[in-house]
């Protein structure tokens, strides 16, 4: 008789957990609240426009191809991946920088706004490379559960490069002193959740990830993905029910016996939640089986949330890149407001995806799919339709000014997505969109544990636990989860 695995949701990490867990031979069901799998990546369509509701970037390659590969798999199996080139534009007050996937005219870039930075550029790189395979081997598959896990001899002797203890921030400017390119480096570890003056300089494997590995496009969006490790899950037996909205879990003798939904129950000998670790405590789960109290999880430091926009126009536009960030208003102005002072911002920083640009499938022929995006600070109130509106109008109005090209007068399809948008569909604690900041006092074995401590055949996976935010991280924290059961059960 297999054992009964209930995997709670079906986001990145729930589907990676769950494919592993059946590899292993376990009878394999996961139960998800909306009527298609992906959780926070789900797709919208609407008018003959496709949109990715989530993630929107494909960075490091390398994780998804291992994640494949694990099942006898390519990722070619599942979808056609292309990288982008340019990786992406950055509109700047009064122009705009292309970045290029060669890393030669990346360097002729820097050179040309810093004599000498190309030299630096190599250096950063290097010392970013090593971050990044030393993190990859040796960090981001522990369990993060005892400090004993990181009792590595080749780990140890490298401690000094990996920058636990120095900032993003001093680091990035140990080398260069240009404001465009100290940006270009500091920006992806703003979606890690701190300032780069918090975040450790760790994290400057993003710039691997980013300049090296490279800026990717499933075709069909990022949602090819998930439909890929969807299939790939039913081809390995697991079974899904969908809208299915889970209610609670039963708890014997310090075992979850049963997973309650509003439809049924479901027996299980493991359950794995892949929902918000937070619902999944104070929601699911009786005050005497909860392994942190509210207090501790209003002391937890949480990435942004965001306001999102879908856009779809009757026309095509010209001379706009798939990845556009707009940095054109003050950089550390909107970070603080976003980290430090906690309010909706005064004049943000936003990014947009033009998928369209590069696949012709996700709008109808001579039309634009657009996707906004402006980071905001976790738990704000007010997220009401005026207030969407009002900021939708501004950063419009930057958009038009920018690519010289008027669109306000061409939507033909509008949503937006906001704050109490992701408390309510994935019942996101404080409407959170990237899980908790990448601190250094919450990392690894500071984060919320992926083995319950009160329940001892519960466990989690996702953004909220090891390794942390983003796509990658979520694949691979469901493989992490998988060997911690296999490991007790």
């Not at 970045?99 to 550029?121: M, Q, T, V, Y």
């Not at 002797?157 to 636990?164: A, E, I, P, Q, S």
């Not at 696949?359 to 976790?378: M, Q, R, W």
Request: charged fraction near 20%; proline fraction near 5%; charge should be positive.
């Amino acid at each position: 008789m297999k054992k009964k695995l209930i995997v709670i949701g079906s986001g990145f990490a729930g589907l990676s957990a769950a494919t592993f867990m059946a590899r292993a031979g376990w009878q394999v069901t996961v139960l998800e609240k909306h009527a298609t799998p992906g959780g926070r990546a789900r797709q919208l369509k609407e008018a003959g426009f496709v949109f990715d509701m989530g993630p929107s970037w494909y960075w490091m390659p390398d994780v998804f191809e291992r994640y494949f590969a694990s099942f006898g798999k390519k990722v070619s199996d599942y979808y056609s991946l292309s990288r982008l080139d340019p990786s992406y534009r950055i509109y700047w007050q009064n122009d705009h920088t292309d970045l290029p996937a060669s890393l030669d005219s990346l360097r002729s870039i820097f050179e040309n706004w810093e004599p000498g930075s190309s030299r630096k550029l190599d250096r950063f790189l290097s010392e970013a490379a090593f971050k990044y395979k030393a993190g990859m081997q040796k960090l981001v598959f522990k369990p993060g559960r005892s400090l004993l896990e990181f009792a590595d001899w080749d780990l140890l002797k490298g401690l000094f490069r990996l920058d636990v203890l120095s900032s993003m921030q001093h680091h990035v400017r140990k080398y260069f002193q240009h404001p465009r390119i100290r940006q270009i480096l500091e920006f992806p570890v703003l979606f890690l959740g701190a300032l780069p003056e918090n975040t450790p300089a760790l994290y400057s494997l993003m710039n691997y990830a980013d300049l090296v590995g490279g800026t990717w496009y499933p075709q069909g969006g990022i949602y090819s993905v998930v439909t890929g490790m969807h299939t790939l899950a039913e081809e390995l037996g697991v079974g899904f029910r969908f809208n299915e909205n889970v209610t609670g879990i039963a708890v014997s003798a310090s075992s979850a016996r049963r997973v309650i939904t509003e439809q049924q129950e479901y027996e299980a000998d493991v359950v794995i939640g892949g929902a918000d670790y937070h619902f999944i405590e104070n929601r699911l789960l009786p005050p005497s089986h909860r392994s942190y109290t509210e207090h501790w999880w209003q002391e937890r430091l949480m990435a942004p949330s965001c306001l999102l926009y879908y856009i779809g126009l009757n026309k095509k536009l010209h001379n706009i890149r798939h990845h556009s960030l707009f940095f054109d208003t003050p950089f550390h102005q909107h970070a603080q407001q976003i980290y430090t002072t906690r309010e909706w911002p005064s004049d943000p920083l936003f990014y947009v995806s033009a998928t369209s640009v590069s696949d012709n499938t996700v709008a109808p022929p001579g039309c634009e799919n657009l996707f906004f995006l402006v980071p905001v600070a976790a738990g704000l109130q007010g997220d009401d339709e005026h207030l969407r509106d009002r900021y939708f109008q501004r950063i419009l109005q930057r958009f038009e000014q920018h690519t010289g090209q008027s669109i306000a007068d061409a939507i033909i399809c509008k949503r937006s997505f906001g704050c109490s948008d992701f408390v309510h569909d994935y019942n996101s604690f404080k409407g959170n969109a990237y899980g908790l900041a990448n601190t250094l006092r919450q990392t690894a074995i500071w984060k919320p544990s992926c083995r319950s401590r009160k329940v001892k055949n519960l466990f989690y996976t996702g953004q909220l636990t090891v390794p942390g935010p983003g796509v990658p991280p979520s694949l691979i924290s469901g493989e992490v989860v998988a060997r911690e059961v296999l490991r007790y059960f």
